[in-house]
Structures are given as structure tokens and as C-alpha cells.
């Protein structure tokens, strides 16, 4: 085979393979650096995903929190005193804290997103 | 005989032969172009299908870059740019058929290094069952319902994004598929959803591929540039390079210039619009031009629009909403323009005072001066996509799955409307202009029509005022009252 030809088919294959490992390579990287992925939907769409995260007592907590949905949403922890007041669609946003208590504490949506909104609550089990 | 000006200003058969430059003429002869722009757009399009996948049936499709690049970005430099300065030039790039050119020949750069394999190069064909698509498909009508199809899910494909990876994944398989069992092109040339419209308004590009010195040709056997030769394979497209005389098919491969063994292929600068004189016309390419500029009212009247009952109905909120809309679209574009355009073309045939003059032909036609105008429609409506919405290009670039990514800090930069004051403003500039184009092709194409220039003035006047009604109608959806 020519090398212009072995040329084209690393070029092919760069092209097409390419993609698909930096992009998963790299949002491998960068779900290892957080404790958690939390997912905010509706309730009809899904609802918080995971429902509940658990964390350990005085480590370093980092949530990214991504709306995947199509509507506004918020993020509050009343008891952990954490306030994601407005979270557009498609946005996303990293949460950092530190628990120094255990427990379990809810968080929830504060912003009317769909007929059943009240039923958007999630919790953080401090272990 | 004085020569013919467009606008009183350029000579219609001004050419000017980009390829005199060397640089120009080397790259084109290249093997490397253009694999290179292909290669490049296909890892564009394998993250744009990735976005799409990931992105599902709910995620908002103005934070997905599959729906952005795809609808907004790639659509918008298509009828801003591609189309309308450079003909096919988005066919010259385009990923889908790689595979299948692959698939066919059995290599990706060079046409062969083994001379056994020259008898299979002059057949353009290696691999595949190499059949020859049926003569009475050889138009543009399959193109038409194909894309008129198309457009009935548009509401759906360009806000999900799971929908468009689907539409991109019918278009990949079917190409591999047609490149399987038919020769060459054919699916770019007879099955593309986008070929149709992206060949009828190539006839309006101010650029061109054709020979340049008509007795080499004629001397030249067999003509490589059709067969192919170890530096080449022959046209990609079955067009007959050697007497191309129109965009439609042209879907700039460049593989004749590196066939002729003369150098004798030319990539000219023209006026805009000369095909539309060329007397090479079907009643396919007609309709593809009823079609694109019914496809532009409902569009612009469901998404641009202020009705609301028209929305709702094409936003196809139950079965019946959908039926409504796509009965409605289709009755719209494929019998009541075209009934319309007839009937002015009748009061042409009539005003004209010429009896032998077939309307079938007068029909035919004038129908090309719908060409520009259509154009003209889409450069509108596609400054009604941009304005509003090209603000969402820089979230998804940096963060295309929207995972929270920031690749160029642009993620956080909130949606902006740019310039949607002006949108009118400049969708009713792009309406002029492209009118003006209209009408200085219409009154020649009277001329060829009409045996007589006091017939073709008389017979113009009809096709004058649906031209300038159908513009100011536009002119109307887009600025308003």
C-alpha cells in the first residue's frame, strides 16, 4: 500500500474514532474529579438523578450539577446553607462543600418547573 | 452582435479562469483535495452525532451542538454562502459518502498502483454490484418528496436532538447502502435530501467547472476524464465533464482536473446566475423550485410567524395537527404554486399574442426565474434563524453535550439576541437584491421563449407581476404589515 494511502487511513480512522475517544476520554477525566454527577428533570422527565448521593463527614465534596432539562431549575440544600437560585437549561454548575455533620439532608427545586415540582427532592446522606 | 449585460454592467459570457494560478491549479489537481476538507468534516460530524445520541429526545436542543451545528451553523453558511457563491461546494466536502467512495474503490487517496487495477478505475467501480439507477428516476422528482418528507418533521428534527441523529443516521445508511448496490454518486445525485435544492440553486453560483479548450477535447480518447487514469477516477457524479454546461450535477470532486492529460479543465469566476439560460430544463427542477419556495411560506409562517393556531398545528401537538400540516404543506407547495405560476404563465401566453409558443415551455421556462428568487426567500429566512439564535453557538461550542464542559470559556456567555431589530431590514435587502435577479433572468428567458422580442416584452409583463407579487408577499411575512 502507498503511503499516501496509509497517510489517508490514520486520517480516516483519526476522523472517525477520533471523536469518540477524546470526547468520553475526556468526560471520563472529568467525572473523576467530582464526587458526584446530579442530574436535574422534572419529575415526569426523570426527577434529580441520582436521588440521593452519599458523602463522607469532613471530606471535600464536588457535585457537578447539570440541567438536562428544558425548563429552569434550582438547587438548595436548606440545612447545608447551599443556594443554586436559577439554573437555566442546558446550564450547569459545580457545588462545593464540606459536611461536617452527618445525616441526611434534602435537596430540593425552588423554582415552579412542572405540575409536579413538589415532588423534586433529593437527599444527602453524610455518612 | 453587442454583448449581453447583465444589469448593463458584466458581460454574461465574462469568464475569468481561477486555475490560470498555479497555486489554484495544483491544489485542485491535488489528491489531497478534497479528501482533506472531507476527512475534517467527518470528525466535525462524528461529534455532531455523538451530541445528538447523547443528547436524547429532551434535552434542550439550543444547548446540543448536534442541533445547533446541523440546523443553525451549517444551514445558515449553506444558503448564506455555500450555496449561492460557490454552487455544490458543500458536495465537495460533504462526509456522507466517504464511506461509500470507499466502499467502491477500495482505497481513499490514490486511484490505483497496480495496473490490473486500471480496467476496474475506467469502470468506476471495484466493490459494490455497481447497478446504473433507473432511467425514469433520473431527475430531481425523488429528490423532491424526499425532502418535502423531510420538512414534515422539521419541527420535531430541529429541536431534538435524538431526531436529528436519526435523520443522520438514515442519510450514513442509505448512502453506504446505494454506494453498495449503485455506481458512483448515486445517492448524492438522485436520493440526498439536500442535493436537490443545493443543485437547483448552483445554477445561480458565479462559479463553475468546465472545460476550457473545446477542440483538445475533441481530439482527446478516450476521455479520462469520464474513465478515469491512474491519476484519477473519471466523474464521481456521471456527468461528462468535457461538456458540463450546467452546476446542477457538478458536485466539484475535482476528479476530472486530475484526470485530463492536458490540463484542460477550468475552475471559472462568472456572473451569478448564467445556467438559468442554458436550455438544458426539466419540469423536475420546476418543481424543485415551487417546492423550495412553498417550504420557505410555511416555514417562515410557523416558526416566524405570529399566528398562533398555526403554530400550534405545526408543532403537531396530536395526529391530527400533524395530518393537517403536512396536507396542507405539501397541497401548498406541490399543486397550488405550481397552479398559480401556470396561470400566470397562461396570461403570459396570452398577452404575448404568440400562438405557436407551447405553455408547456413558457411554463417550463420562466419556472428557472423562480431560481434567484427562492434563493433570495431562504437568504431571508435564514437571517431569521441566525439573529436570534446564533447566540446559542457560543455555549454549545464550548460545552457541546452540555456536561458541563467550558473548552473556550464561551459556556457561561448567556443567550443573546444579535441584531433581531435589523432582521427585517436585512431579509427585506436580501429579498431586493435577489428579486432584481429574478426579473433580469425572467426578461431573458421571455426572449428565449417567445419567437419575437415584441412577443417576449408582451409576454413578460404576467410573469413581471407574479415575480413582484411573490416578493412583496415575502416581503410582507418577514417585515410585516
Known amino acids: ?127 | 452582435m453587442a454583448p449581453d449585460k447583465l444589469f448593463g454592467l458584466i458581460d454574461l459570457n465574462w469568464r475569468y479562469d481561477l486555475t490560470q494560478h498555479r497555486p489554484v491549479r495544483a491544489l485542485l489537481r491535488s489528491r489531497w483535495f478534497p479528501i482533506l476538507p472531507i476527512l475534517f468534516n467527518m470528525f466535525l460530524f462524528v461529534v455532531i452525532l455523538i451530541a445528538a445520541f447523547m443528547g436524547g429526545f429532551s434535552s434542550p436542543g439550543n444547548f446540543n451542538f448536534a442541533v445547533m451545528m446541523v440546523w443553525i451553523v451549517w444551514w445558515v453558511a449553506l444558503m448564506f454562502m455555500l450555496v449561492p457563491l460557490f454552487g455544490r461546494s458543500w458536495c465537495m466536502m460533504c462526509p456522507f459518502p466517504v464511506v461509500g467512495d470507499f466502499i467502491q474503490r477500495g482505497r481513499l487517496i490514490d486511484p490505483t498502483d497496480d495496473k490490473t487495477d486500471m480496467d476496474r478505475v475506467k469502470k468506476g467501480k471495484i466493490r459494490g454490484l455497481g447497478k446504473k439507477w433507473p432511467q425514469k428516476l433520473r431527475n430531481m422528482w425523488m429528490l423532491n418528496f424526499i425532502f418535502l418528507i423531510t420538512t414534515f418533521f422539521s419541527p420535531f428534527m430541529t429541536v431534538r436532538p435524538m431526531a436529528t441523529f436519526i435523520l443522520l443516521a438514515i442519510i450514513i445508511v442509505v448512502a453506504i447502502i446505494t454506494a453498495w448496490i449503485y455506481e458512483k454518486r448515486t445517492f448524492c445525485r438522485y436520493l440526498c435530501p439536500v442535493s436537490g435544492f443545493i443543485g437547483l440553486y448552483s445554477q445561480f453560483a458565479p462559479v463553475e467547472v468546465r472545460r476550457n479548450h473545446k477542440p483538445t477535447c475533441d481530439k482527446h480518447f478516450p476521455k479520462t476524464c469520464w474513465t478515469g487514469n491512474e491519476k484519477g477516477w473519471g466523474c464521481s457524479w456521471m456527468q461528462l465533464p468535457f461538456m458540463q454546461k450546467k452546476n446542477t450535477y457538478c458536485g466539484f470532486c475535482f476528479e476530472c482536473f486530475k484526470t485530463c492529460p492536458y490540463d484542460n479543465m477550468s475552475f471559472y469566476v462568472r456572473p451569478p446566475g448564467t445556467d438559468l439560460l442554458v436550455k438544458e430544463r426539466g419540469l423536475d427542477e420546476s418543481w424543485k423550485a415551487f417546492l423550495m419556495i412553498g417550504i420557505a411560506i410555511v416555514f417562515s409562517v410557523s416558526y416566524q410567524g405570529p399566528w398562533e393556531f398555526i403554530k400550534e398545528i405545526a408543532h403537531m401537538t396530536s395526529i391530527s395537527n400533524f395530518l393537517v400540516f403536512i396536507t396542507a404543506h405539501a397541497t401548498l407547495s406541490m399543486v397550488l404554486i405550481p397552479l398559480i405560476f401556470f396561470i400566470f404563465c397562461w396570461f403570459s401566453k396570452l398577452f404575448s399574442g404568440s400562438k405557436e409558443t407551447p405553455l408547456k415551455q413558457i411554463f417550463l421556462n420562466f419556472s428557472y426565474a423562480l431560481i434567484p428568487l427562492g434563493l433570495g426567500v431562504w437568504v431571508a429566512f435564514s437571517f431569521g434563524i441566525l439573529f436570534p439564535n446564533g447566540s446559542y453557538i457560543l455555549h454549545v461550542i464550548s460545552d457541546p453535550f452540555a456536561w458541563g464542559w467550558n473548552l473556550f470559556g464561551t459556556a457561561g456567555i448567556p443567550w443573546t439576541p444579535v441584531l433581531t431589530y435589523w432582521t427585517g431590514i436585512f431579509q427585506g435587502i436580501a429579498l431586493l437584491i435577489f428579486y432584481t435577479f429574478a426579473v433580469a433572468y425572467g426578461f431573458r428567458l421571455s426572449k428565449q421563449t417567445y419567437p419575437t422580442l415584441k412577443h417576449a416584452k408582451r409576454g413578460w409583463y404576467p410573469i413581471l407581476t407574479v415575480l413582484t407579487l411573490s416578493t412583496v408577499g415575502f416581503l410582507g411575512l418577514f417585515i410585516g404589515g
Not at chain 1, 111 to 124: Q, Y
Open chain 1, 1 to 127: 500500500m502507498r503511503r499516501n494511502e496509509v497517510i489517508g487511513m490514520v486520517l480516516l480512522l483519526f476522523a472517525t474514532l477520533g471523536p469518540i475517544v477524546l470526547v468520553f476520554g475526556y468526560e471520563g477525566y472529568r467525572q473523576s474529579q467530582f464526587t458526584a454527577e446530579l442530574i436535574a428533570l422534572t419529575p415526569e422527565q426523570g426527577n434529580w438523578q441520582p436521588l440521593e448521593i452519599r458523602v463522607s463527614q469532613g471530606e471535600d465534596v464536588r457535585i457537578l450539577l447539570r440541567n438536562a432539562d428544558v425548563v429552569t431549575h434550582s438547587f438548595v440544600v436548606p440545612e447545608l446553607d447551599i443556594h443554586v437560585n436559577e439554573l437555566k437549561a442546558g446550564h450547569s454548575k459545580i457545588i462545593e462543600f464540606t459536611p461536617q455533620e452527618k445525616g441526611e439532608f434534602s435537596y430540593l427545586c425552588t423554582i415552579w418547573c412542572s405540575p409536579r415540582h413538589p415532588e423534586m427532592v433529593g437527599k444527602i446522606i453524610v455518612e
